[in-house]
């Protein structure tokens, strides 16, 4: 399974953009880069992925290299309740459909007023 | 709502106990899946099932036993084999397509600790 690399933790500014890099130098053709977040004793909450090109919705924007060895992921506008884990995943298919998720320690995001 | 349901949020096994864990989801989804997260690390798949009746181990089901009997429900037993069951038990569903297309939606987990 292609690996991830993130940084353990970052400190961000309410109301400021957080910018959170992810190495995956090992990634396939066609594996897909997944963001997912945990805010603490709660499930995981999906944001965003993509294959190659940059994609935005209204949580976040992910922003892939051309090379598809890294990515980043961008919240615009940091708020208090965007304190949580990120994870950054390499998505696998596993058997004739569905993926696996291969879930690394993920960077602690404190977001501070 | 539609949406994922885990029970009961605490669970306590007693040494040489089987207990399950509850899952129900209301997404009409094919695949569901069972991971377990340990304190201050990432999620490691059990077992996951892409339609009903049918079911693969995932990266660390030693101890662990499921069923999938209806498209609903994916309960998971930790068995007494299960040596080190204290951990906090998240289950996902998914639709079943390439993996683009198949986001894991979860549950508010399942905290288990041994008495």
């Known amino acids: 399974d292609a690996k991830t690399t993130q940084p353990t933790s970052m400190d961000c500014a309410e109301g400021r953009a957080a910018n959170l890099p992810c190495n995956h130098s090992t990634i396939s053709g066609n594996e897909y880069v997944y963001w997912y977040r945990q805010i603490h004793s709660q499930g995981p909450q999906y944001i965003i992925h993509g294959l190659k090109n940059n994609e935005t919705n209204e949580m976040a924007s992910l922003i892939i290299t051309e090379d598809r060895k890294s990515s980043t992921l961008i919240l615009p506008h940091a708020t208090l309740r965007d304190t949580a884990v990120y994870y950054c995943i390499v998505s696998t298919q596993i058997k004739a459909a569905g993926n696996k998720l291969t879930f690394g320690g993920g960077t602690r995001v404190l977001v501070k007023p | 709502d539609g949406g994922i349901t885990q029970s009961p949020k605490y669970l306590f096994r007693k040494e040489g106990q089987n207990v399950t864990l509850s899952c129900e989801q209301n997404l009409n989804h094919d695949a569901m899946y069972w991971y377990r997260q340990d304190p201050g690390q990432g999620l490691r798949l059990i077992y996951y099932s892409q339609i009903v009746n049918d079911f693969q181990k995932g990266d660390i089901a030693e101890g662990y036993s499921v069923s999938r009997e209806k498209k609903e429900s994916f309960p998971l037993t930790v068995t007494s084999a299960q040596k080190n069951p204290t951990a906090f038990y998240l289950c996902?569903?998914?639709?079943?397509?390439?993996?683009?297309?198949?986001?894991?939606?979860f549950g508010a987990g399942t905290r288990l600790s041994v008495l």
């Open positions: 996902a569903s998914s639709i079943v397509g390439l993996a683009g297309k198949n986001i894991q939606y």
